[in-house]
Each structure stands twice: as structure tokens, then as C-alpha cells.
């Protein structure tokens, strides 16, 4: 799904935070706002924002949201250097006795470790987590219940496993049809659609910036290229791409999609 749906333009992720749609009075208070500016914040995928916990995103001693959040990477890479990591942990051993002497067998791959990232909440982002937090705090002290650090921030009524990919989904494509953005293919929009708008916006900014530090001229081809390759490295840092073939597809905008990459940071959505 993620390779084929695509990015928001400007207006249309607009709608789509706004009040009729995600920023709506329902969703705030079920968290599902508080769950997309938080993944479109930090350009994680979904399934990296759904296992957070109330310790992740907010700092019990200064009572406010945490502006650095750190996330459990899912993917820890693809192409080469991924088949050349599978490969080293599936060495193949020599049976000593046995029928199968002889014969190669495959030694158990070593359990891989978590890759952690860390990426920051916008102000927008901060002031979801605040406006959710007070919510379901007083909501679990009508029920007799206390908010907890452990406790997932995305979680349904009283219970404390996390939301369901499903769940979200659901609510994504909710969202979509109602504000009439879907175009006969489900795929359009997806969960994966913030991920690949904040990969384009911020890509976008990046080379905005590497052109007027560097006072490049429009002409100087070689210039621009340095700003592309620049963008884009600075880029992967954010999104946690480790070849630039498997971020190639977050930069690639459908033929029928109007928009134009531009120099719009987050804040641009909200003016």
C-alpha cells in the first residue's frame, strides 16, 4: 500500500487536518487527530506510531508534551544491503553425524536488535498530544482509572492494548470519502500518504534552503544537482531510508497529480 498511494498537496492535506475532516470535535476526542499529526510530524509510518505509550510523547514532571519523540524503526532496510545482512545471519553450517552428513543446514538468524529514531513534534503536533492528554485523563478518572506512562496514547475506550491498523485505516478512508477526495481507487490516500508528504515537503525545503545559502544560480546545473543530492541525504536522515532506491518511490509524483513539489514546511498547512 505503500507504493501506491500517494502524497497530499498543500490544500488537500489542509482539508484533511481541518475541521471538517480530522480536525473535526469527534475525532480530536478519540485521538485520531492527536494520531495523524503526530505520524506527520515526525514521518513515521503507522505502525510506528500506534505502539507509542503516554511516556513517549509526554513528560510527566513538566506536565507538557516532549518535543523529541523517539519511535521503533519497523523496516531496517531493503535492496542489497538488506539481502547482504540476510545473508550473513543465515550462515550455512556442515552437519557432523548424522543421515544429513554432509548436507548444509541453516544456522538460526540471531534475534536482530531495535533500531530506534528520534524525530521532533512540530508545535501543532505538541498541542494535539496536550489537547488529548487532558481528554483521556479525565476520561479514565470518570472510570475510576489513572493515566499511566505505560499506557498506549492510541488505545480504544478503557482498553490498553493499542489501536489496530485496521481501526486507523478505517478511519482514514472514513475521513477521505467524506471530504470527497477519494477518486475511485482505494488506494489513493492511505496511512502511508503523511509519510510520503512529509518526505516531499521537507525534501522540498531542504533544497530551497541549499539554494539560497548557496546562492546557486538557475542556470548553474551543477549547482542544482549538489541541492537535489543534498535534500534528498538530509531527507533519508528524517525518514530513516538507508538506500536512496527505497526512497526514490516517495519522491515520485503520479503523472495526473497536479500538485508541484514546493517549499512548504509544516507550517505552511496551517496559515
Avoid at 475525532?27 to 505520524?39: A, E, K, S, T
Avoid at 526514490?248 to 496551517?270: G, I, K
Wanted: charged share 30%; proline share 3%.
Amino acid at each position: 500500500m505503500g507504493r501506491t498511494c500517494q502524497s497530499m498537496n498543500v490544500e488537500t492535506l489542509r482539508r484533511f487536518l481541518g475541521p471538517e475532516g480530522m480536525g473535526s470535535e469527534e475525532h480530536r476526542r478519540r485521538g485520531d487527530y492527536c494520531l495523524v499529526m503526530v505520524q506527520f510530524s515526525l514521518g513515521a509510518r503507522i505502525g510506528e506510531v500506534i505502539p507509542l505509550t503516554w511516556h513517549d510523547v509526554w513528560d510527566f514532571k513538566s506536565h507538557k508534551a516532549r518535543e523529541r519523540v523517539t519511535r521503533i524503526k519497523l523496516k531496517t532496510g531493503c535492496g542489497k544491503a538488506n539481502k547482504a545482512n540476510k545473508a550473513k545471519k543465515a550462515k550455512k553450517v556442515k552437519s557432523g553425524k548424522g543421515r544429513g552428513r554432509g548436507k548444509k543446514s541453516v544456522a538460526p538468524a540471531a534475534p536482530q536488535k531495535p533500531v530506534k529514531i528520534t524525530g521532533s513534534l512540530t508545535s501543532e503536533a505538541q498541542d494535539a498530544v496536550t489537547e488529548y492528554f487532558h481528554y483521556r485523563r479525565d476520561y479514565l478518572k470518570k472510570h475510576g482509572r489513572r493515566l499511566l506512562g505505560r499506557h498506549y496514547v492510541f488505545c480504544r475506550a478503557t482498553r490498553t492494548e493499542p489501536s489496530s491498523y485496521i481501526y486507523v485505516w478505517g478511519v482514514y478512508k472514513r475521513v477521505i470519502e467524506e471530504l470527497g477526495l477519494d477518486t475511485g481507487n482505494r488506494f489513493t490516500y492511505s496511512t502511508h500518504s503523511m509519510r510520503k508528504t512529509f518526505a516531499q515537503m521537507w525534501e522540498a525545503a531542504f533544497f530551497n534552503a541549499y539554494i539560497r545559502r548557496e546562492n546557486v544560480a538557475a542556470d548553474n546545473m551543477a549547482g542544482i544537482k549538489l541541492a537535489m543530492r543534498y535534500a534528498k541525504r538530509m531527507t533519508m536522515k528524517l525518514t530513516g531510508h538507508k538506500t536512496e532506491s527505497a526512497y526514490e518511490a516517495y519522491t515520485e509524483r503520479p503523472a495526473d497529480d497536479p500538485c508541484e513539489m514546493r517549499p512548504a514546511v509544516l507550517d505552511e498547512v496551517f496559515k
